[in-house]
């Protein structure tokens, strides 16, 4: 089965640029989005076909996805961007990646 | 306001069930795909069930096959989600989701508030 990996992790200092990762087999050949989800509240989309932001989704939120990763950048990174995130990819069923803690210290 | 709000959780002994809804408002539910996601205690997201618009295509992940069943009222604008034979590793925060699929982009953009699933003795 198909698996997307994420580091479990990721600290940036407030003002700063937050890079999180999302890797799979070929995953460049696949659309990928991701999940803000912020703790005891429901998912939120803030990234979909790799590049894409929903109404509403801050500028400093963008995507890449090329070869074997995809990648969520944070600029500017505010102490509200604290949350987990999650990638997900479809390959004949819907797949997550483990997800990412991100700490704004 | 679009909205998808989940009902139906509860504390269910192991072997058991239990007939998780999720009821639409704000939009027309029968015009889209239909994701359950389940989140354990602290763990990560996890897909189980999609239903098609129509009713007509479903499909389960390998850990609830044969023991979830989804299905859907469009003209009550819901859904549900039979569980039966319930395990202990069920036990997590059930959401339903709305799927979009758009030229093999696949994402969910509205999210319930999840009802949750406990499966404990």
């Known amino acids: 089965s198909y698996e997307l990996t994420q580091p479990p992790s990721v600290s940036v200092s407030p003002g700063q640029t937050a890079y999180i990762t999302c890797s799979g087999d070929?995953?460049?050949?696949?659309?990928v989005c991701w999940y803000q989800q912020k703790p005891g509240l429901s998912p939120v989309l803030v990234m979909y076909?790799?590049?894409k932001r929903p109404s509403g989704i801050p500028e400093r939120f963008s995507g890449s996805n090329s070869g074997n990763t995809a990648t969520l950048t944070i600029s500017g990174t505010q102490s509200t961007d604290e949350a987990d995130y999650f990638c997900q990819a479809w390959d004949s069923i819907w797949v997550f990646g483990g997800g990412t803690k991100l700490t704004v210290l | 306001e679009v909205q998808l709000v989940e009902s139906g959780g509860g504390l269910v002994q192991p072997g058991g069930s239990l007939r998780l809804s999720c009821v639409a408002s704000g939009f027309t539910l029968s015009n889209y795909e239909v994701n359950w996601v389940r989140q354990a205690p602290g763990k990560g997201l996890d897909w189980v069930s999609y239903i098609s618009g129509s009713g007509s295509t479903v499909s389960y992940a390998d850990s609830v096959k044969g023991r979830f069943t989804i299905s859907r009222d469009n003209a009550k604008n819901s859904l549900s989600l039979q569980m039966n034979t319930l395990r202990a590793e069920d036990t997590a925060i059930y959401f339903c989701?709305?799927?979009?699929?758009?030229?093999?982009?696949?994402?969910?953009?509205?999210w319930g508030k999840g009802t949750t699933v406990t499966v404990s003795s």
């Open positions: 076909q790799d590049r």
């Open positions: 070929n995953l460049g050949d696949k659309y």
């Open positions: 989701a709305r799927a979009q699929t758009v030229r093999a982009s696949y994402y969910m953009d509205v």
